[in-house]
């Protein structure tokens, strides 16, 4: 079964829009992460946070952890065609040494 | 991807083969991981590695062996492989289990059973 579960599983915007994403989990954790993959690529680490943190930011990324929810959210600032490409999340158990992901969500952004 | 390479890339192989996959990296990290993809169910974890010949089983790990001689060579074997093993299938390296930085992913292989 998936630590994680995204929502929604896919999204279309339009360029110059907001994206946001959610990742709901079940058990404690270290921490959580977001992921891009591009079609027919490996993953790609774009931010972390650890359980004791609230919020984060990377240039357009800002992510937020819930852990009384067990929910984190991804939201992408001014979205870019170069952004679609599918985005997981992965919970790190409380031990921290292997990550769990969800499923994902597609976003296409449209120019 | 830059210090990890998967091979082969794409491979067909008939059912009740065996079939090892090779994951080789040049970053010295301690951690190496197994995962496979397949639609509807994201990315799974088959095996991972902690160290040399240090290694533990996965969410899905029956029917996969791994192996890890070399800090740089992990493997991942199907025994006798099925159609239900048809996936895509993702090393990854990491030099603690929270670094900053995450994981760092090869670019798979596809794998298809025949």
């Known amino acids: 079964s998936q630590q994680g579960e995204e929502d929604p599983q896919a999204l279309s915007i339009q360029e110059g829009e907001n994206a946001t994403m959610n990742c709901s989990y079940k058990t404690s954790i270290n921490n959580l992460q977001w992921y891009r993959q591009n079609s027919g690529r490996g993953l790609v680490h774009l931010i972390l946070?650890?359980?004791?943190?609230r919020e984060k930011h990377s240039g357009r990324l800002r992510v937020t952890l819930d852990t009384s929810k067990k929910s984190s959210s991804l939201l992408i600032t001014a979205s870019r065609a170069a952004d679609t490409a599918s985005y997981f999340c992965?919970?790190?158990?409380?031990?921290?040494?292997?990550?769990?992901f969800g499923g994902g969500t597609r976003v296409l952004v449209k120019p | 991807d830059a210090g990890i390479t998967q091979s082969p890339r794409h491979k067909v192989t008939e059912t009740g083969t065996p079939v090892t996959l090779r994951c080789h990296q040049t970053e010295n990290h301690r951690y190496m991981y197994w995962y496979r993809q397949d639609p509807g169910h994201g990315l799974r974890l088959i095996h991972y590695?902690?160290?040399?010949?240090?290694?533990d089983k996965g969410e899905v790990s029956d029917g996969y062996s791994v192996s890890r001689s070399k800090t740089e060579d992990f493997l991942l074997t199907l025994e006798s492989a099925t159609s239900s093993q048809t996936s895509v299938y993702f090393c990854?390296?990491?030099?603690?289990?929270?670094?900053?930085?995450?994981?760092?992913f090869g670019s798979g292989t596809r794998l298809t059973v025949v």
């Open positions: 990854a390296i990491s030099e603690s289990p929270s670094s900053v930085y995450g994981y760092t």
């Open positions: 946070i650890r359980s004791n943190e």
């Open positions: 590695s902690y160290g040399v010949k240090d290694t």
């Open positions: 992965a919970t790190a158990s409380a031990a921290g040494n292997k990550l769990t």
